[in-house]
């Protein structure tokens, strides 16, 4: 039997490409090659963006009823279909299943925010800024707006970009993750079957050369970029050059404080939910654990207690809590840095190399991995492992956990474990990160607030979705307009104009 292969999606139909070179899609649970996936050269990125270039010319021009209309559609179709969603993305990822359910109820929350676009685009009026003058600022789109976007939220990353670009009216060229594409082409296939018009969303699969095509089209006005740090650099300085708006959210090390006085079971439960869900292959992943003062040891047993009670299996099985690694490149590359950890001192109290999982022999897993003593020399503290491992710093207290975070290159997420008022309140002022939770250790922000870190963890000035999405896919503009009355005095000065 042939394999599958997963096609662009231009203009409102699949594209394939005989001529394209392809790149494997695995079942990361069986370890089974179950796709291929299309590798766009410049060519099929420019007739992405051309279809996109004619479609702007009409959908800017679509009222904001008829807009909206499309997305209130499109908001019921992704609702009654979850299920068929999650499953794909489960299939592609690994996750597991209530997992990728909860990824697909994430992004469709953004289709919802971007169902009141009306409201939020809405301008100022200022009336007589002058005799007989008046001024008011609204907001147009941008043109073709690219989306480039990373693995391990297929469908939630990409909603994070495409529905608030399109109803801004905006279209839109999305290249997805080449690891686990299918979930962007189904979204754009209800997209069309909403009524979206041709051209107005397109999907093209690929690795640099196509980022790259778009990163350099002349029709390309703004690019959104989610992905590890170095790329999102990339793609910021190269984009930037080229004149374009661009937001790059990058990678992350998320530490997570446990202070002397917060509830230690309350808390250990937390952090290993935070570290292990998603097999901590998650931008807002707890990944470095601080434990603060004499409570250290009595938090990190019940750290060990809950990692080694996860049951890992294929996304499918609805026993199962955590997952399969995505590639078996990013198995290795996890394995690698736990070794190092052990190699520079570290203690393994919870060892997830080698894990088997009975009927998934040639799966790509790696169990829960709780590492302690880690200094902030060790590779396992200075890499994002991006998988399910724990490391733990040890601190004296509040401010050395404050200045340890500061003085990470990251700033996605953090959060801090507390009954104090006082010191949740030092911690959330003082430090530089852009999303912080208090006894909350993954702080993702709901779709009509903005999502977004600081430092190493973003390049550009713009978070995605909320109202700061909302700014990024739109410019201002001001208008200062009279009607002069017939026998109206003529003031026409070479002065500077100065309101009278
Ligand atoms: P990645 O950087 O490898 O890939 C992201 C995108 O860039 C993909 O579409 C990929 O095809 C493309 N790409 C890869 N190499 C490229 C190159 N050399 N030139 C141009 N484009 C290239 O990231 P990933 O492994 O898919 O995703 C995991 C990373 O994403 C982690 O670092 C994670 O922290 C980060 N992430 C960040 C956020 C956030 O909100 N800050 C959210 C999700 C994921």
């Not at 009409?58 to 909206?68: D, I, P, V, Y």
């Not at 990163?215 to 910021?236: E, K, N, R, W």
């Not at 080229?242 to 917060?262: I, T």
């Amino acid at each position: 039997m042939s394999t599958r292969v997963i096609p662009h999606w231009i203009n409102n139909s699949p594209q394939h490409d005989p001529h394209n070179s392809t790149s494997p899609v695995w079942n990361p649970a069986t370890g089974e090659m179950q796709a291929e996936v299309v590798l766009a050269t410049g060519s099929v990125v420019d007739d992405a963006v051309r279809s996109a270039a004619e479609a702007f010319a009409l959908w800017s021009e679509e009222s904001l009823a008829a807009r909206t209309k499309v997305m209130f559609a499109f908001r019921e179709i992704i609702n009654s279909r979850a299920g068929q969603l999650a499953e794909i993305i489960s299939d592609e990822h690994g996750k597991v299943l209530s997992d990728a359910a909860g990824e697909v109820q994430r992004g469709l929350e953004v289709v919802e925010f971007a169902c009141s676009l009306p409201t939020l685009t809405k301008g100022a009026y200022s009336d007589q800024v002058s005799g007989g003058v008046d001024s008011y600022t609204f907001r147009q789109p941008l043109g073709v707006c690219a989306g480039i976007t990373p693995f391990n939220f297929p469908a939630m990353v990409p909603m994070w970009m495409f529905p608030v670009a399109i109803a801004c009216g905006n279209t839109f060229v999305l290249k997805p993750s080449e690891r686990d594409p299918s979930a962007s082409v189904l979204l754009a296939e209800w997209f069309a079957e909403a009524g979206l018009p041709p051209g107005v969303l397109n999907v093209v699969h690929g690795d640099k050369v196509a980022v790259d095509a778009l990163l350099d089209h002349d029709d390309v006005a703004a690019v959104s970029f989610v992905g590890s740090t170095p790329i999102a650099q990339y793609v910021h300085g190269r984009a930037t050059v080229n004149r374009k708006r661009v937001q790059a959210l990058g990678g992350a090390k998320n530490h997570a404080v446990v202070l002397p006085d917060a509830d230690m079971q309350f808390a250990a439960e937390q952090l290993a939910a935070a570290a292990f869900g998603s097999a901590g292959e998650r931008c807002m992943a707890i990944s470095a654990a601080v434990a603060v003062g004499a409570e250290a040891d009595r938090l990190m047993e019940q750290v060990d207690a809950q990692a080694r009670s996860i049951t890992v299996g294929s996304g499918r099985d609805a026993s199962s809590e955590m997952g399969p690694i995505v590639t078996p490149e990013s198995r290795d590359r996890i394995v690698g840095l736990i070794d190092s950890g052990e190699a520079q001192g570290a203690e393994i109290r919870v060892d997830g190399r080698g894990l088997v999982v009975p009927g998934y022999e040639n799966g790509f897993f790696v169990g829960p991995t709780v590492i302690d003593r880690v200094d902030t020399s060790m590779d396992v503290y200075t890499n994002e492992i991006f998988g399910p491992v724990l490391s733990v710093v040890r601190v004296d207290d509040v401010g050395a956990a404050i200045d340890l975070i500061n003085s990470n290159p990251y700033g996605n997420g953090t959060a801090v474990f507390t009954n104090s008022g006082a010191a949740a309140r030092r911690f959330v002022r003082g430090v530089h990160v852009g999303m912080v939770g208090v006894n909350v250790p993954v702080p993702v922000p709901m779709a009509f607030h903005s999502f977004g870190g600081w430092k190493d963890s973003l390049f550009g000035e713009h978070h995605v979705h909320g109202p700061e999405g909302v700014e990024f896919y739109t410019r201002a503009k001001v208008v200062t307009q009279r009607w002069p009355e017939s026998g109206m005095p003529g003031d026409a000065s070479f002065d500077m104009p100065t309101a009278r």
